[in-house]
């Protein structure tokens, strides 16, 4: 059984930096995209940045453009979101998850990211 596992949340300042992992435990693992998606307290699960397995193509949300890179290694069965030029405002919990065309059908446990200003 597949199991996806969230690592490099923390606490950091506005400004900073911080790199968030997603590694599929358990056989080869070929979701269509990965997704990652955050939650703040007392808002709706938003939908942050995507990528294709195959070919890589990815999605972001207007709020993160040009600040956040989600990239995946097929070899490790890991996806990851590099996130620069924190704000407070980013603060959440991230989930990472693998998705069909339609849906999203496995998630992470999540990690937290809390950012300072």
């Known amino acids: 059984q597949v199991q996806l596992v969230e690592s490099g949340g923390g606490l950091v300042q506005a400004g900073g930096s911080l790199r968030l992992s997603c590694a599929a435990s358990g056989r080869t693992f070929r979701p269509y995209r990965w997704g990652w998606f955050r939650q703040a307290p007392g808002k709706d699960r938003e939908l942050v940045a995507t990528?294709?397995?195959?070919?890589?193509?990815?999605t972001y949300a207007d709020s993160v453009k040009g600040r956040f890179t989600i990239s995946r290694d097929n070899a490790k069965n890991t996806v990851y979101l590099q996130m620069n030029s924190l704000k407070p405002e980013d603060t959440g919990t991230y989930y990472c998850?693998?998705?069909?065309?339609?849906?999203?059908?496995?998630w992470g446990q999540g990690t937290q990211v809390t950012v300072s200003s």
């Open positions: 990528i294709m397995w195959s070919g890589g193509q990815t």
């Open positions: 998850a693998a998705g069909a065309e339609v849906q999203y059908y496995l």
